[in-house]
């Protein structure tokens, strides 16, 4: 990466916070986010649990660090969350 990357960047230890967008975002796009839960395909081949995602979307979220691996719903005959 050193050929691609600025010299700047590449000491950089810390990340930028994207809460402020990642917020306003879902604020702005919240019924056209739900809309596509309601119609996800992911949704009815049971890789995401509908119910998890809806209130991912709806919820209050006082924290920054939102988790969204947590709207996953693996199948029990996979035996293990890969």
Do not use: F, N
């Amino acid at each position: 990466m050193r050929d691609v990357l600025p010299a700047y960047a590449q000491g950089r230890a810390t990340k930028g916070d994207y809460s402020r967008e990642l917020y306003g975002g879902l604020r702005r796009h919240r019924a056209e986010l739900l809309e596509l839960c309601e119609e996800s395909v992911l949704v009815e081949m049971g890789l995401v649990d509908r119910v998890a995602l809806r209130g991912l979307l709806l919820g209050l979220h006082p924290d920054t660090a939102l988790s969204w691996p947590s709207i996953r719903h693996w199948p029990a005959s996979s035996g293990s969350d890969p």
